[in-house]
């Protein structure tokens, strides 16, 4: 693993932690390293996902493997930001 591959993951990570932040309605009261860390896991997982469902790997950007990951991150933010408000009752 270089270092080009993990800023990679964390500015892909940011972008779809943020993509799914903003689709969400209402305030999420979670940092934007949270955010992050949310959409690094919704990009891994949404890769393998995308990959056991058979998703072709096509040149370019593969938007079906996007859209699982922007809604697993949104599940994600959504998930993590109930878990913070629960927890701070």
Known sequence: MT??????AIVIGAVI???G???LPGRQA????LTIVVGIVAALLGTVIAQMLG???TPG?????LV????LAVVGVGLVAGLRRGSSV
């Not at 979670?30 to 390293?33: E, F, K, L, T």
């Not at 950007?61 to 493997?65: P, Q, R, S």
């Not at 699982?68 to 809604?71: A, E, G, R, S, Y």
């Open 3 to 8: 270092i080009q591959s993990i800023l990679g």
């Open 17 to 19: 932690g943020a993509i």
């Open 21 to 23: 932040r903003l689709l």
């Open 30 to 33: 979670i940092g934007w390293i």
């Open 55 to 57: 998703v072709a790997t």
């Open 61 to 65: 950007i593969d938007w079906i493997e």
């Open 68 to 71: 699982m990951q922007v809604v």
